[in-house]
């Protein structure tokens, strides 16, 4: 246990070797830690880095705590944070667009609104950063709250990750009331049992979206809080969204405390992946408005492509070409708008077939092909090939089944046209 | 649908006409039956002034077709490490006028006086790096080996490196930008100038753009010649793809790709389209009729067979898109003219492409 005494613990660390480079999952560099002395990795005694003279603000490989935080005077009784949660506090408020930065803060809650009066937002983006972090140290923020900020940030920008759908399945017992709070201690305590250093935050959502955060470690290393995996789970469909940006070797633990934890008993990767998450929820969850295959009467006076020209000197020629494209998009599109992907891509492996004049390729082996088709808006810009003459309509299903089959990872093989699961 | 494309890619040789063949006025004709006259090769059909089409007897290669696989001047004596800088490097194309006044005797003058020149733009103000104090120092070499024929000019390299001022004196030298100038069967332009011009029509870049300004600024002031971006056109970009995958390569080569750009929509399209490479080439093989040749003809049959085995899943015309990038385990080529070559064997092939291609921007 450290003393407490006034001066002691800065000259522990000064007497520190300097920095290893080590990562930062290693053990905290603590300024002091009072209470919870469990956390105190037996490497980090006297290893502080040097750095009041090297560090520098920008991101380097290793998160620095800022001078000030040292030279900052010390509550009386109080404990001063961890620094790697004070640095880790920092680096999420950097992130977050500088107008954007008191709403999020608000939204945590974690700061008073007395405090949050005390913060100049009009400066520079690094000096709010700190201010913050001093406020979050008179609070005395640890690693849960700080994950709880990270959390708002993702949630508020989730687009910037890449989404992947998976689809739990039960064993065909009833439906049984889900408990959140059985849900979230067997969750836990499945992760923990296999790994213990880890760090599981929980935020549920208006819209019955609930959020788990899991940043990983090593039986021997520290969580690495900058490489969290992201699941968003809703109670009521059997649908996981990770957020794909970690160790992949985590994953399999990761889908399993799901099904413990939700009561189903199986879980597969659907062949379903964007950085829109609402999109990826609209298409599993059949929220955009899908065209049924109902007959529908042509419509009357011709369903208006473009708005009529007043002047009836300009005639259309191929009017009718128009309308027909255009209602045959409608039945395959809809009429509402697109779920928002970004890509969809098709391992073809068919055969080739040559044109009635060409003395071409005729092999009995399938012509390999890998088509990826990437746009902003993907499912808008199909819709709009036809319309462009670019493509024939009916648009091929390949396309157009995107949305219903609710995938966009695709395995064509040469059996009469038909889809042929991977 | 496809027929809409013949006459957009007729007019674009530009390439055709600057032969001044006699075929080239059966050309525009030719194009449209060429297709389907390909099963009797016609010196009609063939001899379609095509944009890669050479008479070099030297090469043993006919009026009609072209050679595919050309060898460096000096094959024999080749040196790997000679021509390993300008592989696996994304390079960007310019054409150039042929050089006034350049001798090959006064590399280092020249080199001196491009690094002054440097120095004197980075002290008016055109400073190419902010913070760091860089002294830029120039080589300038000549690599008689990177050249077609003998009526080449051996092609030159010019290399920046920088040493910060901070760092010790016998630190190693930082590479910040090479460019080099290259002449690979250039002779079409070289039989035509006077004395006294150096032919070295294309010139390929690796480095910051600022960089590139400079020199080319220098040589433009001091050799009087005029540097331009070389842009490849889908047309040329397909001849290329069909000629790189026709190419036998040892070792498992990466896809075959092609990837294309939607115009006219209103959210972009991008399509990239990837072959496995023993498909690919086992396509072309049974496509192209003599080997060593290839024909106009056969690389329309190529891509239609590519587009048609597209048509038929998805239903969209990849012939009305945009070809922009086109990529092989030879070598890669962007619509902006930007070219990565990876295997040292097919170089000389494809700086032969790159400068009739050149040659054709500059005449």
Redesign the interface.
Known sequence: MMRHGAGSDWSVRKAGAGSTGASEAAGPRRVRRSRDSAHRCPLSEGSEHSSERTHSNSPGRQPAPHPSARTRPRFPGGSIMDATVAEYIRRTVLKMPKDEIKMMLQKWGFLSEAQLQTLNFHQIKDNISHEVVQLCEENSADIKQAAALDIIYNHIYQNKRMWSVYQMKKSGEEDEYFDIADFKKKFKRRIRSALKNVTITFKEYEDNAIWIRVAWGTPYKKPNQYKPSYVVYHSQTPYIFISASMLKSNLPLLCQALIVASNYHDIREMELRSHSLNSLKDIVFKRYSQNFETYTPKPLQGGNVEPENADIRIIHENGREKERIHRLNQEAFGSGPQPQLEFAQYKLETMFKSGPKMDVLDKKEPFRCLVKFSSPHLLESLKSLAPAGMADAPLSPLLTCIPHKARNYFKIREKKKSFVSP | ?AAGRGPARGPTGAAFERRGRAAAAMAEEALEDG??AR?LPSLRQLSRALPFARSHGRLGVSASGRLTVPALCSQESADPQQTAFALRKAWTLYSVTPLHRFRRSRLSDYARLLSAFIAAEKQKGLAVEVGVELDIKVALSSLAELRGSELDQAALLVQLSSRSRASSKNSEDKLVWSGWFCSMFGDELSENVPENFTCLPLFLTHGAESYTSLVGSWFQKTFDCCFRRLAISPLNLSWMVAMWAGYKLERAAS?VELVFS?P?????????????PE?AK??WD??QKTPGEITQGEVD?FM??LY???H??????LS??KLVKVSTGIASAHCDGIVKILHSQYLPGVLMLLTELAISQIQ
């Open positions: 649908m297709r389907t099963t896809a939607m006219c929509l209103s959210q972009p399209l991008d399509i990239s389209y990837a072959i496995h498909d086992a396509l049974t496509v049959v239609d067979c048609a085995h597209f038929r899943h998805f239903k969209i015309h009305a898109a």
